[in-house]
């Protein structure tokens, strides 16, 4: 008996102690980016759309995983989408944050926002997370957006704002950051647009 309320015991300490998976943020993202198209020789002006999506410790603040999503039409006017792992660097000071993040198109992205208590759909209530930032979204030399034949060099102003709908649908349901993945997908896809 006494081993079993030892272990029993032991049991309660590891559901306490067990680490939060924390909470998804989904969030909105639309560039505007002027750049030259060394192909072409031209000025080209693209509209980068799509969805930052971040799985934040609830502890720590510290970003678990993220992704980016971006949709468009490539060169034959084809939807397509491209989603891939960032591994942004998340700075907090007060009541205010910044996001910077290189992805593997060579991109460089960094936005600044005010955080504010927001209901984003977890049972403790409201979170102190950044409902929108804005900020700068940078190719330095020759990158691709959606267009694989364009080779850009430019910049331009982003956006970022929290999609409290899909927000709080994945923590409602206690989805991972993979099943927010897999609903963007899905609805992308029900959309028209093809994996790039």
């Known amino acids: 008996m006494r081993t079993l309320k030892t272990w029993l015991v032991v049991m309660v300490l590891l559901a306490v102690c067990t680490p ?33 999506i ?45 996001i910077y993040t290189e992805t593997g198109e060579g991109w460089y992205v960094t936005v600044v926002g005010r955080r504010t208590y927001k209901d984003i759909g977890i049972a403790a209530g409201k979170q102190l997370v950044s409902y929108s930032m804005t900020g700068n979204f940078i190719i330095p030399d020759g990158g691709v957006v959606i267009k694989t034949d364009e080779f850009l060099t430019g910049s331009g102003a982003i956006s970022v704002s929290l999609n409290s709908t899909k927000t709080k649908t994945a ?20 959309a028209g647009y093809f994996a790039q």
Do not use: C, H
């Open 171 to 190: 923590n409602l349901a206690s989805d991972s950051v993979y099943d927010a993945i897999d609903d963007l997908v899905a609805a992308i896809e029900a």
């Open 20 to 52: 939060s998976f924390g909470y998804v943020l989904v969030y909105n993202t639309l560039s505007r980016v002027k750049a030259v198209d060394s192909v072409a020789e031209t000025i080209s002006r693209v509209a980068v759309r799509g969805y930052l």
């Open 54 to 98: 971040l799985d934040i410790n609830d502890t720590s603040s510290d970003v678990n995983d993220a992704y980016f999503m971006i949709y468009g039409k490539d060169s034959e006017a084809i939807k397509v989408y491209t989603l891939e792992g960032l591994d942004p660097v998340l700075t907090i000071d007060g009541l205010y944050q910044s």
